[in-house]
Structure formats: C-alpha cells, structure tokens
C-alpha cells in the first residue's frame, strides 16, 4: 500500500487530544440536599478536575471516525509492481550543491536506483534529463541493470532549470509513452502527487554565495591598461565576509574584501591591472555550490573603435580620425540601408536617422524632424548648461561655464532613457541604455574634432567615444548560448573549458553546446578566438527555497489502472456513514443521566 499525500498521516498524532473532553469534568456546583448518603461514593471523584477515564462508547466511534478522515486524506492506493517505467532526473547546475558529503545529483541517482529495484523481472525503464530540454537519453527502453549503469553516468550541466510545465510534461509522457509510472527526481519540493505521476524531492535549504556578474574593459581608447567590476550576492539570513580575487592564466592578479548583508549584493572594482587573452574571479568561500564561486570573461576584442559616420558633411566627421584608437568610415545618408554594417562599434547619424534604430550602438547628432526619437524645439544660441548628470562618463573633467554649444535645439525625449546634459529651454543630450546596445542624442553638434582649439567640446567628444567603447567590452553570455561560426572551414574545432576537442563542420553556423561554465578556445584558419560562458540564473544559485511542483493529475497514463487501486473514496463514504451514525447516538446518550441513584426509601420519623 501506498500514499499519495503521506503528509496527511501527521494528523494521526492528533487523536489522542480527543480524550481531553472526556479527562475534565464540570466544576462541582454548591447544592442543599436533606442528606449526603447518597453521594458520599462518588463526590471524592467529582471534587478533581481530572478524574478516572471513563470512556463511553460513542468516543470509540468518534476516535474512528476521525482516523478514517485522515486516513482518506492521506489517499491510499494497492499498487502492484509497474513493468513500464519512465525517470525524469533533473541535471540542472543546483543538482551540483553538495549536503552531507553527497551532491543532490548523486543523492538523486540513489532514488532512481531504489526506483529501478522495485521493478519487477519484466520491467523496462526509460531515462530522461530536464536540461538543456527535457529529453529521453536513449533509443530504446532499459532492462533493470542497463537502466542504474545509465543513471550512474548521468551528469550535471551548468544551466538553469528548463521553463518546464511539469505537470502537463509529465502526464503527457504517461498518456502518450504508456508509462504506468513516471517519476520526477529533483531538487525541488513535491506538491501534489498523482497515481501516474510522482515527485521525489532530494536536498534541503542551504545558504550560498555566489558571484553574479563579471565585467572587463579597457579603461579608455587610449589606455591599454584594463578594468573589471564584479557583483557578488548573499544568499542567507547572516552576513557574510569573503576575498574575491581577480585571476589570469593562474595567477592572481589583485583582490579585495567584501562585506556582503544578509539578501545583500556586494560589488568590487579592479583597475590598472595588465592585458591578458581571459580573466576569471573567485570567492573564497566554501559554500554548498562550488559551481557559482567563480566567473569567466575574455578581454575586449579590438583597442580602436570602428565608426560608420552617416552624414551630408563629410568633411566634419573626418575630423574624428585624428583621434588616437579611432578609425572612420563616412557615407551619404542615402548609401547606409545598402551598406554593410557588421564589425562596426559605433555609428554616427549626424543630421540624418535610419527607418529603425540601428542593432550598433549610435549616435544622432542633431536627427531632423521626421525622427521617432526626440523632438526638437526652436532654435539657441550660445546656449546655457543649467544641470547635467554627474557622476557619469559623459561629465567627465568638462567645466560646463565654459561649455557653450554655438547653435543647439533642446530635446523633448519620445522613449524612455536619462537626460545628461540640460539647458533651461530643456535637453540637450539623451542617453539610452538598452541589453547589448547605447543610444545617445544630441541636440547640438560637437563636429568637428577640433581638439585644443574647443577643449570643453572636445572632452566632451572623448568622453562619448570612451562610453560607446566601453558599451562593447567582454559581457560574458549565458551558458546554453550558442557561440556564433563564421564560415568555418575543415580543421576548424572548439575546445570546451573541460578540454574536449569538436570539429567543426563547414556547413554548420554555431555551436550549440556550452553547457559548461568557462572558456571556449575556437580554433580557426590558424588563428584562436576565445568566448565565456557562466552560469546566469540566480534562481539556481538560491538553494533556500525552490518552486514546489505541483501535480494536478489531469491526465494519466492508460496503464495506470492496472497497478493501483484507490481505496480513499471508500474511507471518505465510511467516514461519512460513521458521522451520521454518530449523529443520531449522541444526542441520546447526552441526555441520559449521568448518576445512576438506586432509589432508597426514606425514613421519616413519625
């Protein structure tokens, strides 16, 4: 016999307090009788607040009644041996926490081994992970023995948990694979379990730390020297102090100490430290997921910066080139929807916009009219700064009663973003930051280049080149995010942050397999790119609370009737007869009296 919500057998520790009504008896009342012979047997015993037990029989049938009730709640079920089986293991980065000296996928492995030795001689067992999707590992079914090898090799992969309907994944791998039985081990709670579906949960909370983000890049386009900000997060009810260190090709570079609060984030800076091909950050904590105590990023591609310079006056964007690290590309408005536009870090709309906001980070120097950005007001001169943002890279080392713009139209923003600089007619720049891309609108124009002849102006030109290089710096990607090929040719392979080597095939776009934190070395026409890959899911690094799964038991499989039989409706239909049995019986029994006096007669004098 089974139960499907064992949960419920906890009430059972509960019937005892049915005997506390029948232990206390009424507080004796003062009453004048003619003589006291009549009570002396019992009034000792009605003077204590708890007297003998003396259990009538109505509280036999309560005290059944009440078990049937937790009884059908717990839902029982006849189950014979299933011969058709499916396990769902979850491999998710989380399966990797370790408890007790054991990791949860290894405490998972264990279950399923319990799972397959409950089979009977005949029975044949289907495997399937929930990561990168959920999917059967092997062609055919498995016999008891090739099933618990096939478990035992199952590994965890660095990603998050699958967007996975459980519930609907489950019964549907019932009703279509004719499972009797499918099993989810996981390390999430069990909600509700079915008769064809079950969960069996592995692990307990624990707190964690964990390095959440990692950026490098050069500090500017003149400077080799680089810089790197990190973000570590708490996950515990404590604060915590830890070392993060910033490490390349295995030797640490610099550190620093945080004080992280309870819930709290903590972010720490590097600055001036030496070029290197891959950078990597570590905490110094020994939490229960090693796998989060670390983080991967490349250094930035290329020192200068590619500008497309989109404009009816090319003689003003020119002026760009005498800038050190820079290099422009200028065209007529009317060339750019024909032009190619890939590799380029920046383009530049100066008096001209695109019929779409470019995938380029980009500049609009005073965009006519028709723009769907800003609109424009009337026109200034010499106009006034009256506030700007600070601190931002934009602001930098600019003495603004100095910056004046000879012409400007202030600007009235149409999309969400942040006003940087700003005159009392309004805006005069613009900035949207958006994942993987910056935006920046001005409505005066600081071209051209003219270096120390506009000092104001020209700083202020450096500091937006800098900010829409720094836009490009190594963000490292998600594991489970395909790494891009470009035409790759035969002897062409990829090294994963395990060492194994793939050859890649020409015809073949990207790689799709980075489901393992670190970095990947690809190998192309003789020359080697590197790309980072971490884990970027903070519900997987939070191993306090995980999602309960819960089972609805919608749809089962058509097998299931043959290896379980309910019997809780039967206890539910006898608990009601017994509720009404129980009706009818006490009421009379409470009527009756409860001293029993055999009548003496009474002697009177005459």
Known sequence: MEFLNPAALLGLLALPLLLIPYLIRRKPRRMIFSSLLLFLEDGAEASRPLGRINLPPIFFLQLLLLALLILALSEPVFSVRPTSVAIVLDNSASMQAVQGGK??????????????GELGAAGKV????TTPRLAKIQAAGLTAGEAKSAVNNIKANDLGDSPIDYDQALSQLAREQKYERVYLITDHPAGNQTAATRVISVGQPRDNLAVTAFDVRRSSLINSRMEASAVVANFSATNEKVTISLKADGSALASRELSIGADKTASATFEGFPEHPSYEVEIDARDALA???????VAPGARNLRILAVTPRPQAANSLKSIQGVSVDVIAPADYAKYERAGYGLEIFHFAT???LPDNPSLFILPPESNSLVDLGAPISNAQISNWREPHELTRY???SLFRPTYARPLKPQIAGDVIIESPQGALAFAVQRPGSRYLILGFDPLPYLGRENLPMSIFTLNLLDWFFE??????????EPIPLIAPQAGDFLTTPVGEKTALKPSVGYYPSTFTQGIYRLSHAGTSELYARNLDDLGESDLRASTAIELRGESTGSGSASVLFSFWPYLLLGSLLLLILEWFINPRLSHLP?????RRPLLSRR
């Open 103 to 116: 990791t949860r996928l290894a405490l998972a492995q264990e279950k399923a081994g319990a799972v397959i």
């Open 126 to 129: 289907d495997l399937y992970v």
């Open 291 to 297: 796998l989060d105590n670390r983080r991967f990023a």
């Open 354 to 356: 695109p019929a779409r």
């Open 398 to 400: 600019i003495n603004f």
């Open 471 to 480: 836009s490009g710096g190594s963000h490292s990607q998600a594991t489970g």
């Open 594 to 598: 409860s001293l029993h006096l055999r």
